[in-house]
Each structure stands twice: as C-alpha cells, then as structure tokens.
C-alpha cells in the first residue's frame, strides 16, 4: 500500500510540475516586446525631432490604401491605415502636409472592412496585455480588440485572443515603416 501511494503522490505533483513549466514557458513567450515596439519608439523619437504631432503617408504596396498617424508625445500614439475611396484627395493633403486631416478622414471615412486603427498607450508598440494599467486596443473593420488579456470578456478563445494580437502587432509595425520612411523623407 505504501509504494502505490507514494506513486499517486508522485504523479500529481510530477503534472504539477509539468504545467507550472509550460505555463513559464508559454508566458515568457509573450512577454517579449512586440514587433511594433521599435518602430513605435523610432516613429516617436523622428516625430519629436521634427516637431510634428501627426504624419501620414501613401502605402505604395497597396493601391488605394494610406496610413497616418497622431502623436502625443511619449504618452499615446494613434495610427490607422485604410484604404480610401478618393485618393486623389488624400494625395493631394500629403502633398501640403495636412496629416491631421489625412488621419481624420480615415478614421471616419476610409473603408471600414480595409480599416485597422491603433490606441497604442504609451507610444511603445503593442503589448498583448497592459503594463502601467491601460490596455492597447487595435480595432479591425469595426471589431474592437482590447488588448487587456482578458479574452473570456471580449467571448473569444485564448488562441483568438493571441493570433488577433500577433496580426495587429505585425500590421501596426509595417503601418509605423510607411510613416518613418515619410517622416525621414520630409
């Protein structure tokens, strides 16, 4: 009797042990910094040295589609990328360097199924959960994600929750590319 106890004993905690490891391992996974954690800190630090607290450019890759992006200084950076019914109107306001009416007109009035807008608390990148009490959120054709890592609330799976946050993270970071590269060519 005693060596059988001594194996259930055993097993459990072995398990135990086993979950705790994994569930480290799967954390420290996401822990890392995102892929948009550098642009946004090189965007940021471009938008500072040239004083501008909204940029936006053409995507070149993509017909139709733009990007822009309003900046408040190390605290929030809002970005958004859509494609756009009338380019020639955008172009046109690039052109003058009107960014803030660049970054209106598609927050309200791009394509909503081609529209990604960012709340980036922090103008760090996106983080799959919040670190200082204020969660990211990435909104794609109108569906908002809260990146607060509470997934059961926003009624999606954990995986959902995860391959929402990796695709915004990965979009968000070549949207932050577009507007550098418009930044450093001004």
């Keep these: 009797m005693r060596g059988s106890r001594q194996a259930i004993v055993r097993v459990p905690l072995l398990a135990a ?3 705790v490891t994994v569930g480290w391992g799967s954390g420290t996974a996401w822990a890392q910094s995102s892929e948009s954690a550098s642009p946004a800190a090189t965007l940021g630090e471009a938008m500072d040295e040239a004083g501008l607290s909204a940029i936006a450019a053409k ?5 139709g589609r733009y990007v822009a992006a309003l900046y408040f200084s190390g605290r929030q950076m809002l970005v958004v990328g859509a494609e756009y019914a009338a380019p020639e109107l ?3 306001k690039i052109a003058a360097g009107n960014y803030r009416d660049v970054y209106i007109d598609l927050s309200s009035a791009s394509v909503l199924e081609t529209r990604l807008f ?3 608390y922090g103008a760090n990148g996106l983080r799959r959960e919040p670190t200082g ?3 990211d959120s990435a909104t794609r054709g109108g569906r908002m994600l809260s990146l607060n890592g509470d997934w059961e609330a926003q009624q999606i799976s954990e995986a959902d929750y995860n391959d929402a946050y990796a695709a915004a993270d990965e979009d968000l970071a070549a949207i932050l590319a577009l507007l550098i ?4 060519e001004s």
Aim: avoid cysteine; glycine fraction near 4%.
């Design 181 to 184: 590269a418009h930044v450093n």
């Design 17 to 19: 042990i086993v979950a």
């Design 118 to 120: 960012v709340d980036d």
């Design 59 to 63: 995507d070149s890759a993509s017909e």
């Design 133 to 135: 009490g204020v969660a």
């Design 90 to 92: 955008l172009d046109v």
